[in-house]
């Protein structure tokens, strides 16, 4: 007897009906150049990242690998030292055969990023790959190397005829910074833009990849209980915390050029409180996405230089302890100008306004050599308007306080207050805590596994657009050419400890930094 | 290896409630000795196994690694059992000195006998989280079993390639549906293989052949016929290929399916030289002459492609073997999830069956 098969869903009839079902969705055939390929991103995060995919079969069915480095090496070499690269920083031990399979397709192509020959070499590396795989493939070119090659590489790939393809897609995957001031990003976007469509452009903010700031998606968009209070009528303030227990350890050359303003806030720090302030979009695409953050940014008023001395605070660390060890402080560190006036600690006041948060103040902080490795966002809650209970002899009723965890312990705690046991009508602060450790069976993936993927697929979700980034910059901009403009020395405050007490000048009467 | 530490309750003659209790118990002293040991929250396992069994079974469930359900109820079964005895671990993952937190996951094994059974769900009940998911397993058949504790169950576990008889793996499968979720480990080990054939025809100038598909051989170990009946089953219900029995020749299958513009030939042939379960390869060939042939292989699978003018490439897509711990433990993963086009897949491949 024959019987009719199960009907796709329409729009797995508009597409592949075979990707229904599927976790992972394909990846169209791609070959990935990785410029700065013998760079310590390139053996740390991005070889590790292909090798995992290539160990979870997510990598596309075609794929070829090319690195573009200034050091002269055979192919031979090249891949061994991929392989050593994955073995030592794989985040599982690498399968033998399955790194061998991956290896296969990889060269190498030695020469400077301004070298006419090297994108002929490159090119014919391309087609080569093409006529082996006997179709198009897709080309991703990730810039991994110093922030100044960008503009250079992107155009030697416009000159060379490399960035369209006439059967395949195209795209550039470009690391951050993403330019060091307004003028600078303008001047990066409009140079990258004057070679590629903006479809084709993949700016990279690695925490844009972890799990932890995509659940806060989920978090606010798949759980009604928190909208209707979500507004300036129930919260009071937000704090953003991005603290680091650790110093600038052999990054002395690249951290006292940017400083904790460029290092986190410009990006990171200002994407988290994109998640916290946007609206919910009409739906989870790339544009309606990004289209929301953007409208958080705009809402943030460009700081004044009469304001920042009041809304911005800076400092570096001076020698104290962590762990239990005697720590030099920031000027002591080896590579350290012993002069610098960067900053090693940075905390914001900021404003959006708009109609859900007019008012309500966002502080943003980060630092080095703080008292202990902490990334969240705490959402106080207003006090209640009147209080029945005596609160003598408690810790008294504290206002409601949603704590969302990042790292290290990524969770979800909510501070209640609470009766203690007795006869008295005491109340303390408890907290109700939620560890996403504790509720799901599969291990995250590393941000560059997520992102690199998306990138060859042409998903830009989780990519920053060239509008959020000079965003961004309006909003630091003026905060960094006012620091330049002030001479040093900055505030210090103690290694190890909860930071400058200069930071609590910035706070709104009445308010507090939470302890690290 | 991360250190591990396990608190061990046991008791003879002992109660639900006792076995309840103890394992509140722990956990609470677990929590006091060091507040970063958290319980997993994630979900409950009972699994039912004939107690000459249970060492096999306790290494297969050790091999699923971070898969291992947050509670595991045992039941070790010995019909002449009178008395109810029961063990209760609490293991830890990880230290707590070092990692911020360390999972704690419980295991609780019930030696129980026939007088038990009837009664079966009133001593499992209490034992399971409230508001967690379930999953029943039932790995050596007691199928009566499975239906007495469905009750509590979200999802149950199978394997249809357990199932000498093809056909009862999947009217059992049928069975079961609209009263559970069937992860079935012989569909999870296609998952590779239905991933590659959806990427190979994923271009869009591709996509258009998938209705011009005229061959497909499926190539199987030779007790995992129903993995392949799923595989078949699973392509004829995406492409809405209307199907009919398959005929043996052989120790193959072989048959004609309907599509939209012509009909295709599927042939399911046994590999008796392929030593573990499941699929060893697979080709499907479309109207212009393109083909596409998928073999297991070292690292990876091995891909050979023929293009409608005859031009040939070989290549290798790199892929670790997850073995069957991991099909176990991504059965377990699984149960959380819903895959829609299983039940499809089942129902053609049960239509197709000789």
């Not at chain 1, 030292?81 to 994955?86: G, L, Q």
């Not at chain 1, 004057?194 to 479809?199: G, P, S, V, Y």
């Not at chain 1, 603290?243 to 002395?252: L, M, N, P, Q, T």
């Amino acid at each position: 007897m024959a019987v009719a098969a199960g009907q796709p869903t329409p729009k797995a009839e508009a597409g592949n009906p075979l990707v229904e079902g599927l976790e992972r969705l394909p990846v169209a055939p791609t070959t990935l150049v990785i410029f700065g390929a013998t760079g310590d991103l390139a053996r740390r995060k991005l070889l590790p990242a292909l090798y995992n995919l290539a160990h979870d079969g997510a990598l596309p069915e075609r794929f070829y690998l090319v690195g573009v480095s200034r050091k002269e090496k055979a192919h031979e070499d090249y891949r061994a030292e991929c392989a050593e690269a994955i073995r030592r920083f794989s985040r599982r031990k690498p399968d033998e055969e399955v790194l061998k399979a991956l290896l296969e397709n990889v060269r190498y192509i030695p020469g400077t990023f301004d070298e006419e020959s090297v994108y002929a070499e490159l090119g014919k590396t391309l087609d080569e790959f093409e006529q082996e795989a006997g179709e198009p493939l897709n080309r991703a070119f990730y810039l991994a190397t110093a922030p100044h090659f960008f503009p250079v590489i992107v155009e030697e790939l416009g000159r060379s005829k490399l960035a369209h393809h006439a059967h395949a897609e195209v795209r550039v995957i470009i690391e951050k910074p993403f330019g060091t001031t307004l003028e600078e990003a303008r001047e990066l976007n409009r140079r990258v833009l004057a070679i590629f469509d903006e479809t084709q452009v993949f700016r990279i903010d690695h925490y844009l990849g972890k799990e932890t700031v995509q659940n806060m998606m989920a978090f606010r968009f798949a759980n009604g209980m928190f909208e209707p209070f979500w507004n300036r009528n129930y919260i009071d303030s937000v704090q953003i915390t991005a603290a680091e227990d650790i110093g600038i350890e052999s990054r002395a050359d690249y951290y006292d050029k940017a400083g904790a303003l460029r290092d986190l806030i410009q990006n990171h720090m200002l994407q988290l409180l994109c998640h916290v302030a946007m609206e919910p979009p009409v739906s989870f695409t790339a544009e309606e996405v990004r289209n929301e953050k953007v409208k958080v940014l705009k809402s943030v008023p460009e700081p004044t230089p009469v304001e920042i001395p009041q809304i911005a605070v800076r400092a570096q660390y001076g020698p104290g302890h962590a762990g239990g060890e005697d720590v030099p402080g920031y000027l002591e560190e080896e590579g350290v100008p012993p002069d610098s006036t960067t900053e090693t600690y940075a905390a914001l006041r900021l404003e959006v306004d708009n109609w859900r948060w007019a008012g309500v103040p966002f502080y943003l902080r980060t630092g080095k050599r703080l008292a202990r490795k902490v990334t969240e966002i705490a959402v106080t809650l207003k006090p209640v308007p009147h209080l029945a209970f005596s609160q003598e002899g408690s810790l008294g009723v504290q206002p409601n306080q949603l704590v969302l965890t990042l790292q290290p312990n990524e969770g979800v705690s909510l501070r209640l207050g609470a009766k203690i046991p007795g006869t008295r009508m005491i109340i303390r602060p408890v907290n109700m805590e939620f560890l996403y450790g504790t509720a799901f069976l599969s291990q995250s993936p590393e941000a560059y596994e997520r992102l690199i993927t998306d990138a060859m697929r042409g998903d830009a979700t989780l990519f920053t657009r060239n509008d959020e980034v000079e965003a961004q910059w309006r909003i630091c901009d003026p905060i960094v050419r006012t620091w330049a403009g002030t001479p040093g020395p900055l505030p210090k405050y103690p290694a190890g400890s909860q930071g400058p007490k200069e930071a609590e000048l910035i706070l709104r009467e009445g308010d507090h930094w939470r302890a690290i | 290896m991360s250190p591990r530490s396990d608190a061990v309750w046991s008791a003879q003659g002992t109660t639900p409630d006792a076995i309840e209790a103890a394992l509140r118990q722990l956990l609470i002293e677990r929590h006091a000795e060091n507040d970063r040991f958290m319980p997993a929250r994630v979900l409950n396992m009972i699994a039912f196994v004939d107690r000459a069994w249970t060492g096999e079974i306790a290494n297969r469930l050790r091999g699923v690694g971070r898969y291992h359900a947050s509670r595991l109820i045992v039941f070790a079964y010995e019909p002449r059992r009178e008395r109810l005895d029961a063990r209760v671990t609490i293991a830890s993952e990880g230290d707590p000195e070092s990692e911020a937190i360390a999972l704690l996951r419980e295991t609780v094994v019930v030696e129980i006998g026939d007088r038990h059974l009837d009664d079966l769900i009133t001593i499992a009940d209490p034992l399971v989280v409230t508001d967690l998911p379930t999953l029943l397993w039932s790995p050596h058949g007691h199928y009566d079993i499975v239906e007495e504790l469905l009750e509590l169950a979200q999802a149950v576990l199978l394997d249809s390639v357990d199932e000498p008889i093809a056909r009862e793996a999947l009217d059992r499968v049928c069975g079961l549906t609209g009263r559970a979720y069937v992860v079935d480990l012989a569909w999870l080990r296609t998952t590779p293989w239905r991933e590659r054939i959806a990427a190979a025809f994923d271009p869009p100038r591709l996509r258009r052949e998938l209705n011009t598909i005229t061959n497909v051989t499926i190539r199987h170990h030779p007790e995992s016929t129903v993995a392949a009946m799923l595989l078949a089953g699973w392509l004829a219900s995406r492409l809405r290929w209307r199907t009919s029995p398959l005929v043996a020749h052989g120790v193959d299958l072989v048959g004609k399916a309907h599509g939209a513009r012509q009909d295709v030939t599927l042939r399911l042939q046994g590999a008796p030289e392929l030593l573990v379960r499941g699929l060893e390869g697979l080709t499907v060939e479309t109207a212009s002459g393109r083909s596409l042939q998928l073999d297991r292989g070292a690292g990876g699978l091995r891909a050979r492609a023929r293009d409608p003018r005859g031009n040939v490439h070989e290549w290798t897509i790199p892929g670790a073997s997850r073995g069957e711990s991991g099909i176990l433990g991504e059965g377990i993963r699984q149960a959380l999830l819903r895959d829609p086009t299983y039940i499809p897949a089942v129902t053609v491949a049960r239509a197709m069956l000789p």
